[in-house]
Structure formats: C-alpha cells, structure tokens
C-alpha cells in the first residue's frame, strides 16, 4: 500500500501563503486523481484541490484564485501552494488518491494574527 506524506503546515497571519507538500512512496499520479482535503474542528472533511492524471486542476468555490494544485511526477510529489490565506482555511490538510483508501497523517494549518 503506498504511504503519504504531507508537511509544510504551520502558523501563518491572514494573508500569508504556504505551500504545502505530499510525497507518495511510489508512483501513482498515473492511476489515480489525486485531492488535497481539508478538515476544520467540528467540520466535515472537504475536497479542496484535485488534479488529475491527464494534469487537469480543479478547486472548491472557496480557494479559487487562491490555491494551486501542482505535481512533480519524477518526485512521486504533489503540491498545494496556497496564497491571500484567510482564518477560515485553518484546518488539517491531507492529500489522498481519490477512490483509494490511503490517507496521510494530515499537516495542520492555522492561519490566524
């Protein structure tokens, strides 16, 4: 089973930007659409970035024009670069390979003056 890795979280004021990693332990960018997810305290899990295996990206109403979705197929390694951060994307982010059952330790993001 491939094992996820994300990082990149940490403190940020309104505004800021991080870009936020997952390393996969091998490839599967060609089989899978890959999604970063979020999920607040108290909040369901959301999708909030995908990219498919063709390279097409998409995103909820709620970071577009904000984050990007990227990968680095060569480094089994999909990124989120997220930009003009708000209090309300504070949350765990995790990266998953969509209608897989793999899942990453999540990194946290908190987005606050």
């Known amino acids: 089973q491939v094992q996820l890795v994300e990082s990149g979280g940490g403190l940020v004021q309104p505004g800021g930007s991080l870009r936020l990693s997952c390393v996969a332990s091998?490839?599967?960018?060609?089989?899978?659409?890959m999604g970063w997810y979020r999920q607040a305290p108290g909040k369901q899990r959301e999708l909030v970035a995908t990219?498919?295996?063709?390279?097409?990206?998409g995103y909820a109403d709620s970071v577009k024009g904000r984050f990007t979705i990227s990968r680095d197929t060569a480094q089994n390694t999909v990124y989120l670069q997220m930009n003009s951060l708000k209090p309300e994307d504070t949350a765990v982010y995790y990266c998953?390979?969509?209608?897989?059952?793999?899942w990453g330790q999540g990194t946290q993001i908190t987005v606050s003056s």
């Open positions: 998953h390979p969509i209608n897989s059952d793999t």
């Open positions: 091998r490839s599967i960018f060609s089989m899978y659409v």
């Open positions: 990219i498919t295996r063709g390279g097409s990206v």
